[in-house]
């Protein structure tokens, strides 16, 4: 009977350890994860965006196909940056929240529209522009 009893006593003891060192694990995952892709804590200016856009237009204006993918990736972490302020925004006050639930909702059609146009910029490039131009509409 005592050693069913010590037994169970070290299972229950060895798997409290392995879950706690598994659930330390997962808040460092996510400590990690929120510092280094923390939207909350950036920043985006408007006349930033709006800059970068001019550099996409350019860009797309050369028919260069590899540098309007890069470019595209620069364009894309800051779309991705806006969404996160923006979505920081509707739940930090709640006497704005439904302003910015309606921001988020225009910039996630918007940013959904270009993620259908990435396949091919310079056909689409037309389209590319008049969608960072109304994204950056949407910028506060």
Not at 35 to 46: H, Y
Not at 52 to 78: C, F, I, P, R, Y
Request: proline content about 1%; charged content about 15%; some cysteine.
């Amino acid at each position: 009977m005592k050693r069913i009893l010590l037994i169970s006593s070290l299972i229950v003891i060895s798997c409290s350890a392995v879950k706690a060192q598994s659930h330390a694990g997962a808040q460092a995952n996510a400590s990690t994860t929120a510092q280094t892709s923390g939207p909350t804590t950036a920043t985006l200016s408007k006349t930033d965006f709006v800059a970068k856009v001019g550099e996409m237009t350019s860009v797309l204006n050369t028919n260069n196909a590899d540098a309007a993918n890069a470019k595209w990736a620069e364009m894309h972490q800051m779309l991705l940056t806006e969404l996160g302020i923006t979505k920081h925004n509707i739940f930090a006050n709640e006497a704005t929240k439904a302003h910015y639930t309606d921001i988020m909702l225009q910039q996630r059609n918007i940013y959904s529209a270009m993620i259908k146009l990435k396949g091919d910029l310079i056909t689409n490039k037309a389209a590319m522009i008049t969608n960072l131009n109304s994204f950056a509409a949407t910028i506060d």
